[in-house]
């Protein structure tokens, strides 16, 4: 394992950090914008890891890593950078990874081009942490499937064009299983209901998705039948791992905000930062960035070699998740009474932080899943 990066990734990661800086910071804060997103398409943020015969940069997971986390530093808004990371690991991914080649060939240059946004669809109102409680089935009908139901709290429902649903179906020997189906906005019985809103994150926004005798063709099954769960994990652990390196960049962006702070704001006559209660918070952000950096890098390098990475993803995203809020909290309390106010930013950012901790399986699923592998590390 080597954690030099080549002149290729400093390049791009320079090209990233530059790029988000000059150009996503033109749209309101905590709105979707689809024109910021079609620039990030133009970039080609959107796709970095997808082949290049499908209109990606076919860059490998450990390259995406470090433009991942550089994007979440440069880039100010972390709803539209999880609005991003949303499509590219939950959904865009799947077809990649997983798709078939009639799949592949139907959306994925679309998706890489800016024609479709995507989402992933799991959760439901009575069916969170515990999946298998969900309702939504799925019914075979001829070459294809009728689906039926409701799911909760999808990310980039509003704006997506495409979906990836799984839902309960029913193998030959009468078993109950899931499959994925990727389902496009305009099929005949989805729609979408009213926008949630929620403390943060704005920018990503969220709603339900209902399915009414929705027809789903065979071909648009991702992956396999009865291989949902299979797709579900797949998801979860490479969201668990993508998404969450964006969170390490807006850590490095708010320790970089307290250091500033802390030198220029002075207080009994000496800048804040000679008071150790104030510089020991600072150094806490640096550890926990650089143990997250180190982390990522490692389980980037397992994914690019196609090691098993689920119990990896899930140290990992709990491990940032509950750094970043903790970094977000101590930011705050450096910048005292200026942190609290509204008018710079950090209170917005502990909000979204929080969500962290909650999605793509909240803090004590992740202790669940770790408790139970650590047997057989
Ligand atoms: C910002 C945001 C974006 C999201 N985006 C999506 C999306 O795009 N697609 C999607 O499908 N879903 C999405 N979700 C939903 C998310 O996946 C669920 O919120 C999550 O899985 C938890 O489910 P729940 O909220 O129903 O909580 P519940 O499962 O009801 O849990 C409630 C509490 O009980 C705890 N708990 C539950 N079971 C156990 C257990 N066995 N052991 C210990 N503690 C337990 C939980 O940790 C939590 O603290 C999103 C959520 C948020 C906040």
């Given at each position: 394992m080597d954690f030099e990066f080549t002149k290729e990734q400093k390049d791009l990661k320079k090209e990233v950090i530059k790029f988000a800086k000059n150009e996503?910071?033109?749209?309101?804060?905590?709105v979707f914008s689809r024109e910021l997103w079609q620039k990030c398409v133009d970039f080609g943020l959107?796709?970095?890891?997808?082949?290049e015969e499908y209109g990606?940069?076919?860059?490998d997971y450990q390259t995406s890593a470090i433009l991942l986390q550089a994007l979440g530093y440069a880039c100010e808004d972390s709803g539209f950078v999880f609005a991003i990371t949303n499509h590219l690991w939950v959904c865009q991914n799947l077809v990649n990874e997983l798709g078939n080649k009639v799949l592949k060939d139907k959306y994925l240059r679309g998706m890489t081009e800016g024609e479709y946004i995507g989402c992933f669809a799991i959760t439901e109102v009575e069916s969170g942490s515990d999946?298998?409680?969900?309702?939504t089935k799925a019914t075979k009908d001829n070459d294809g499937y009728v689906l039926n139901g409701s799911k909760m709290f999808i990310s980039n429902a509003p704006i997506a064009d495409a979906f990836v649903v799984i839902a309960k179906t029913e193998n030959e020997q009468g078993k109950e299983t899931l499959t994925a189906f990727f389902v496009?906005?305009?099929?005949?019985g989805v729609s979408i209901g009213k926008k949630i809103s929620k403390?943060?994150?704005?920018?990503?926004p969220m709603a339900e998705l209902c399915l009414n005798n929705c027809r789903v063709p065979k071909?648009?099954?991702?992956?396999?039948?009865?291989k949902g769960m299979k797709v579900a994990n797949y998801a979860l652990q490479m969201e668990r791992v993508f998404e969450f390196a964006s969170h390490i960049g807006a850590m490095e962006r708010q320790m970089e905000k307290c250091i500033k702070y802390a030198n220029e704001r002075k207080q009994f006559a000496k800048p804040?930062?000679?008071y150790q209660s104030v510089s020991n918070k600072i150094v806490d952000m640096k550890v926990k960035i650089e143990l997250a950096q180190l982390l990522l890098y490692k389980i980037a390098w397992k994914a690019d070699h196609k090691k098993n990475i689920f119990l990896d993803s899930s140290i990992f995203k709990l491990f940032v998740s509950e750094s970043y809020v903790a970094t977000c909290l101590d930011t705050i309390q450096i910048h005292g009474a200026y942190g609290y106010?509204?008018?710079?930013?950090l209170e917005s950012e502990l909000r979204d932080s929080i969500a962290s901790t909650i999605y793509s399986g909240t803090s004590e699923t992740q202790r669940n899943i770790i408790f139970s592998l650590i047997d057989i590390i």
């Open positions: 996503l910071c033109d749209g309101e804060h905590g959107i796709g970095m890891n997808v082949p990606g940069m076919g860059l999946v298998f409680q969900m309702q496009e906005k305009n099929f005949p403390m943060g994150l704005e920018a990503c071909e648009n099954i991702v992956y396999q039948e009865h804040i930062k000679e106010s509204k008018e710079y930013g």
